[in-house]
């Protein structure tokens, strides 16, 4: 099977569709470019699904502003991200061994092992070294609010506000904060929060209930309402955090100990403490709220949020008398309220007065008359004249309402799924049939104007016009990306291909599938069973179908306007001793194989990367690309230091490492005294060239390492490469092929 798939990658054009138009393209280039270049920043709006062009000047201009204040950013001396990490490992170290958490538990969210030691006097606990389990390099990013300008403002050159965001999808504690999320506290929110709504779906239940219980006469003469909190994330105070968590966990979970539950509170404090940030070179630290992009910050925020609420506010029953009903989902709420609109001013006036302490505040609400409708959510409610529940969609001015574009390399049912879906959730929010038809109709329009046809869409809509309102029941969902899926004991293999290409290399591993399954070795139960005696497998590789590249994909990319404006390409570090400053190349770009290559933005220093060593001897300039989760420094200490084994040990030559098509361990110095015959130790720095070729996310770094050594054609005989990180072939080695379509 190795064999077929290997000749199919080198004689095989993979197979793309485009969709896009040689003008589309040239203009997709040209957008490429420009945004590489930093003439122009592509970004996504914070709702609404709109994508803006805007300057990067901008984007810094609202960072800088964000983390120039005292009170809320600190900026720290050096990068904090190592010692936080072992501050992190030794906290789950410290719930291992005090059993809070299974061993299992602990290797698999956070890389620590449970060998034992060589006296056996316990785990050496120590941490994997994999990637996937490294910290990455948080850092901040605005996301623009153009929901906030009226739709006649919104125009070329208008600045509007934003919001920083701290990307810790790669900081130091996601692991152990979506564990913490998923295992802990989504549930202990929806227990203890008794005003909170979980989505859309939700507050149509709690609406409809609101209507089947309340008196008709009153329902008449219900005024709704709707309000928002302030910078909610930014303005809530880690202590009050901690406090309404432990109140939480006392009241809901009485079956944790003590001990566990000083755990937790530990994990939630030092996650806060890790929130941590670059821009421009310089690190961050979040002084009050909660980060805002973490895998905490919802499930903390309601638990906070309802705590404090419920101390002040819901408990003051001559307060709340005018209130008939009262929901939130984090920071937006809504509900009913009998009495005056001056009443319900002096409301929110007091509960602010009562806020102010903590931080908090409700800067916007409002409050209509029955017959005229409140929006909250993606939902526009009222009760009418007649007491009766009136619910429509509600969609903002700056909502783009675009769809993706048919024609582009999908499958068909993914098309009809989509107007399905979006149909659907015009049935479940509006109870009107007229008011269906009408925002249904408004929805076609939106369709066609992404290209879609015309007939498809009319028959699913006429189709979903039919169908009786259904409201969907709570659902306990989870958005880890991280944690182990649960899985039967059976499990197959997923072979993951890019829809519209590898239909080639499909057909091979279906050839052998069969083979494979009737392998003693590969199949459950013992080599001694026979056929019969094994439990049957449903199926030996299970097939997943994945998306091409997307324009946003390609466009955005929140990091680079994090990134030091000052450093376009790898520079030296300057520390004292650094023995790889005076490797480090000096231009911005160098040719290789034909192929122009910028050099990334970085020093000695960086970590995360993928990084090339050109050879300054060879007359074709052959390159070697590595991959390393460690400062540059240190890898390319290593790399000598395996030129000087050599040196020392000429019967190394001769060793498995040395002769492995499959290890790049002695590549470097192999290609020095194999090629050119060096042989003096001075001869390494002065024979390679050095620079960062991509900053990248741990998770990613394989990948990335893979696309590079193909793009440059770095595997031997064409470069110093002796393997590719997934053991392939140089791809297309038989024909005329062109890098950007690994893209």
């Not at 006097?121 to 948080?138: D, E, F, M, R, V």
């Not at 069969?514 to 013992?526: A, I, K, M, R």
């Not at 020093?603 to 052959?622: A, E, G, P, Q, W």
Request: glycine letters at 4%.
């Amino acid at each position: 099977m190795k064999s077929e798939l290997d000749i199919n990658l080198q004689d095989d054009q993979p197979t793309k569709l485009s969709n896009l138009s040689k003008d589309e393209l040239k203009g997709l280039k040209w957008l490429e470019r420009r945004v590489a270049d930093g003439k122009i920043a592509i970004t996504k709006a914070d709702k609404g699904g709109a994508t803006i062009i805007t300057r990067p000047e901008l984007l810094r201009k609202i960072s800088f502003e964000k983390l120039s204040n005292p009170s809320l950013y600190r900026k720290l001396d050096a990068d904090p991200t190592k010692n936080l990490h072992k501050e992190l490992i030794d906290l789950w170290i410290d719930g291992k061994m005090k059993e809070l958490v299974t061993a299992k538990t602990a290797k698999n969210i956070m890389g620590i092992s449970d060998e034992p030691k060589a006296d056996r006097s316990g785990p050496t606990n120590a941490q994997s070294t994999l990637p996937h389990y490294k910290p990455g390099k948080p850092y901040f990013y605005p996301s623009l609010k153009i929901h906030k300008i009226k739709i006649e403002d919104l125009k070329p050159g208008v600045e509007p506000p934003g919001r920083l965001i701290t990307a810790l999808q790669e900081g130091v504690t996601r692991r152990s904060d979506v564990y913490l999320a998923d295992t802990y506290l989504r549930s202990l929110e929806r227990e203890f929060c008794e005003d909170l709504l979980i989505d859309s779906g939700d507050a149509l239940n709690w609406l409809e209930t609101t209507k089947s219980t309340v008196d008709h006469n009153l329902k008449r003469r219900l005024k709704s309402f709707a309000f928002d909190y302030k910078a909610l994330y930014d303005s809530l105070k880690p202590e009050l955090a901690l406090e309404a968590l432990t109140v939480a966990m006392d009241e809901c979970r009485p079956d944790w100990s003590e001990e566990f539950k000083t755990w937790i509170l530990k994990l939630v404090e030092h996650s806060f403490k890790s929130s941590v940030g670059q821009f421009e070179g310089n690190w961050y630290q979040q002084l009050v709220g909660v980060p805002t992009g973490g895998s905490l910050c919802v499930q903390i925020a309601n638990i906070a949020v309802y705590y404090y609420m419920r101390k002040v506010v819901y408990s003051d029953s001559h307060l709340m008398k005018n209130v008939v009903t009262l929901k939130r989902y984090i920071d937006d709420g809504a509900g009913y309220f009998d009495g005056t609109k001056r009443q319900y001013s002096d409301f929110i006036s007091t509960v602010n007065s009562r806020l102010s302490s903590v931080g908090l505040n409700i800067d916007e609400f409002s409050i209509e008359d029955p017959g005229t409708y409140t929006c909250f959510l993606d939902i526009r409610f009222m009760f009418d004249s007649n007491g009766d529940l009136q619910t429509d969609l509600f969609v903002k001015e700056t909502d783009s309402r675009s769809y993706l574009y048919f024609g582009s390399t999908h499958p068909n049912h993914i098309y009809s799924s989509i107007i399905y879906s979006q149909c659907l959730r015009l049935r479940r929010i509006i109870n009107d049939d007229q008011r269906l038809a009408q925002r249904i109709d408004e929805l076609k329009e939106c369709f066609y104007n992404s290209n879609y046809p015309r007939k498809m869409v009319e028959n699913i809509s006429s189709k979903v016009k039919t169908f009786e309102r259904r409201l969907p029941t709570c659902r306990n969902t989870s958005n880890s990306s991280i944690l182990l899926p649960a899985s039967p004991d059976q499990k197959s293999i997923r072979v993951i291909s890019t829809f519209g290409s590898d239909e080639a290399l499909i057909e091979v591993i279906e050839k052998f599938e069969p083979v494979l399954e009737s392998s003693t070795s590969l199949s459950p139960g013992t080599s001694a069973s026979s056929a019969s005696d094994r439990p049957p497998v449903k199926k030996f590789f299970s097939y997943v179908k994945r998306t091409g590249s997307s324009l946003r994909r390609r466009l955005l990319n929140p990091q680079q306007h994090a990134e030091s404006s000052a450093v376009a390409k790898t520079e030296p570090c300057h520390h004292r001793n650094c023995k790889c400053c005076n490797m480090i190349g000096s231009d911005d770009s160098y040719s290789i194989n034909g192929l122009k290559i910028r050099s990334a933005p970085g020093t000695c220093s960086s970590y995360n990367i993928v990084y090339i060593f050109m050879c300054n001897l060879c007359d074709r300039k052959k390159c070697y690309v590595g991959r390393t989760v460690r400062p540059l420094h240190e890898r390319v200490t290593e790399h000598r230091a395996n030129f000087y084994k050599i040196l020392n040990d000429p019967s190394l030559k001769h060793c498995d490492d040395y002769l492995r098509e499959d290890s790049d361990t002695y590549s470097l110095g192999a290609h020095l005294v194999d090629e050119h015959g060096i042989t003096n130790r001075p001869d390494f720095d002065l024979s390679y060239t050095v620079f960062i070729l991509k900053n990248s996310s741990p998770r990613s770094l394989e990948v990335n390492e893979h696309l590079f050594i193909q793009k440059l054609r770095t595997l031997k005989p064409h470069g110093i490469n002796s393997c590719d990180p997934f053991s392939m072939p140089l791809l297309f080695e038989n024909k005329s092929f062109n890098p950007d379509s690994l893209y």
